[in-house]
């Protein structure tokens, strides 16, 4: 059977059980206390049991309201840390990579590193720096990876230095490490 979730009803619930009322929960939710009634009102009537007893002096969690707040509390928590993770990674395939190679590495085998990893991230931005063996091999001060880059890396098993290193070594167009 599919239901409608209602995560306003849900958080509506977990504000009043956490603030013991209803005006100290619509506070913070920054709503009246008539809108929080409603979402209250209408996560009972989706689910067709009462969860909070009110009067108009005092505030408390049915038997069925006390069961299912831990499982509100972990439905809300899942649903952010979701959402955070989505965001995160959507902000982690938008960025900036800059990449030191030997001009005649750029030349050879930099275009097809570079078009497979746009078609992946369209949304970053590529530099590219020209350098000396000597600089790109050795010095403290080459360009390295933004943290963006490193941790898009890591995601994907995809590195483009690793894929540079594959394509010098072996002269052939770079591959996915293998796991």
Same mark, same amino acid.
Not at 92 to 103: K, Q
Not at 128 to 134: F, M, R
């Given at each position: 059977m599919r239901m409608k979730v209602d995560? %306003? $009803?849900?958080?509506a619930f977990v504000a009043i059980a956490d #603030?013991?009322?209803? #005006?100290?929960?619509?506070d913070a939710l #920054? %709503? +009246?206390? +008539? /809108? %929080?009634t409603r979402r209250l009102q209408n996560l009972e @009537? %989706?689910?067709?049991?009462?969860l909070v007893e009110r009067t108009t002096r005092s505030v408390a969690l049915t038997p069925t309201g006390r069961d299912f707040l831990p499982q509100g509390r972990r439905l809300l928590a899942e649903l952010t840390t979701a959402l955070v993770e989505i965001r995160e990674t959507g902000k /982690?395939?938008? $960025?900036? &990579? @800059?990449?030191?190679? &030997?001009?005649s590495a750029g030349v050879q085998f930099l275009p097809k590193v570079i078009e497979r990893y746009s078609d992946r991230y369209p949304d970053n931005r590529i530099k590219?720096?020209? #350098?000396? @063996?000597?600089a790109v091999a050795g010095s403290d001060q080459r360009p390295r990876p933004t943290a963006k880059a490193e941790s898009i890396a890591a995601r994907n098993r995809f590195s483009i230095r690793e894929a540079l290193r594959q394509s010098l070594a072996s002269g052939k167009q770079p591959t996915k490490p293998r796991p």
């Open positions: 995560t %306003l $009803g849900v958080e #603030h013991g009322g209803f #005006h100290k929960a619509a #920054h %709503l +009246t206390q +008539t /809108a %929080l @009537s %989706l689910l067709g049991v009462t /982690a395939r938008r $960025g900036d &990579v @800059s990449i030191a190679c &030997v001009p590219i720096l020209d #350098h000396a @063996s000597s």
